[in-house]
C-alpha cells in the first residue's frame, strides 16, 4: 500500500490575520462561527470573569455565534446580576440550539 505524502500545512499567527482590526483602542479579532455549545460548569471562574463573557455575548450576530452556554458550579453566586443577564441573552438561542438538535435527530432517523 503506497502512502500519500501530507501536504504541509500553513500555521498563521492569529496576530497577522488581515481581518483583525483595531476599534475603540481595543484589538476586535473575528469570532469563531462554528462554536454553537461551550461548556464550562464547574471550573472556579469567579465573578470576575462573568462581564466578559456578558460582553462577547451581547456584540455575537444572529447570523452566528453561540448558543449553549453552561456555566453552573463555578466560584460565584446563581443569583449575581451579570449570572442573571448571560442566562437571559442566552434563553432564547438556548431554545434555537434545542430546536436544531431536534432537527438533527429526526434526520438522523430517517436517514437510518
Known amino acids: ?20 482590526q483595531l476599534r475603540d483602542g481595543e484589538l476586535m479579532m473575528p469570532g ?15 465573578e470576575k470573569s462573568l462581564p466578559v463573557f456578558l460582553k462577547s455575548l451581547e456584540v455575537q450576530s444572529e447570523a452566528g455565534g453561540l448558543l449553549r452556554l453552561r456555566l453552573q458550579r463555578n466560584g460565584f453566586s446563581p443569583g449575581c446580576d451579570d449570572y ?3 442566562k437571559e441573552v442566552m434563553a432564547p438561542r ?5 430546536k436544531l438538535r431536534c ?3 429526526d434526520t438522523m432517523k430517517k436517514e437510518a
Open 32 to 46: 469563531n462561527t462554528t462554536l454553537v455549545s461551550l461548556n464550562l460548569s464547574g471550573n472556579k471562574m469567579t
Open 1 to 20: 500500500m503506497e502512502r500519500k505524502a501530507a501536504e504541509p500545512v500553513e500555521l498563521l499567527s492569529p496576530l497577522l490575520d488581515t481581518q483583525i
Open 94 to 98: 438556548e431554545d434555537a440550539f434545542e
Open 103 to 105: 432537527e438533527e435527530t
Open 84 to 86: 442573571a443577564k448571560i
